[in-house]
């Protein structure tokens, strides 16, 4: 059974700061990976999407990388802003097309 | 334009009730999903529909009966209310399976 989790659960940091969220994952057989965010009461909006067969993908200030055969992958924000401030959630995609979410990092970024 | 919306927004109930969530997507996607998001904030998925038909269907109970008229609509119903059925739910949508899932707002469920 696929299991997903993601370190820290919470991180706080201080404007202007790069930082990195962890997300690995037990089964290496996935479709691809995905980054979203989730801001307090509302949805998922997708950040980055990494095929199985990709490395990383970059969105602006925002890079995902992943090793499938270790299980890992990693969401590197550049230049935290307040407006990063939100949980982050990593999920991959099963062949079948199931989702399996982590319990996501809540982000706090001061100004 | 809401890319995926989703109606009630809340939805405060009585244990024993029978009620509906809808879910529409504008963005002309196959395949579309509900999950659950508990209040550990934990999301799992509940059911996957591809073209009408049901591709993914988790371990629910089958008090809760999801129904896709089109590729546009998948709605979920739920029978019998239980205080365990609080909870946030989610309708999603992808153009095919495996790619980017399109979030709605969420449902807000309260079960008294």
């Known amino acids: 059974k696929q299991e997903v989790t993601q370190i820290p659960a919470a991180l706080s940091v201080p404007e202007g700061e790069n930082l990195v969220l962890n997300c690995s994952f037990t089964d290496s057989a996935i479709y691809n990976l995905q980054w979203f965010r989730q801001d307090p009461g509302k949805g998922l909006t997708s950040l980055l999407l990494?095929?199985?067969?990709?490395r990383e993908q970059t969105s602006g200030r925002l890079n995902a990388s992943l090793d499938k055969s270790s299980g890992r992958s990693t969401l590197y924000i550049a230049a935290s802003q307040p407006g990063d401030s939100a949980t982050y959630l990593c999920a991959v995609v099963e062949y079948g097309n199931k989702l399996v979410f982590g319990a996501g990092t809540i982000l706090r970024v001061k100004s | 334009d809401t890319a995926v919306s989703q109606t009630p927004k809340y939805l405060v109930t009585q244990m024993g009730n029978d009620k509906s969530i809808k879910c529409e997507q504008n963005?002309?996607?196959?395949?579309m999903y509900w999950y659950k998001q508990d209040s550990k904030k934990f999301l799992k998925i509940m059911f996957s529909y591809n073209n009408k038909e049901l591709i993914i269907n988790e371990t629910v109970p089958n008090r809760f009966s999801p129904k896709s008229p089109d590729k546009a609509h998948l709605n979920l119903h739920i029978n019998s209310l239980e205080l365990g059925d609080s909870a946030v739910y989610f309708c999603?949508?992808?153009?095919?399976?495996?790619?980017?899932?399109?979030f709605g707002p969420g449902t807000r469920l309260l079960v008294l």
């Open positions: 990494i095929q199985s067969s990709q």
């Open positions: 963005l002309g996607h196959d395949t």
């Open positions: 999603a949508s992808s153009s095919d399976r495996g790619e980017t899932q399109y």
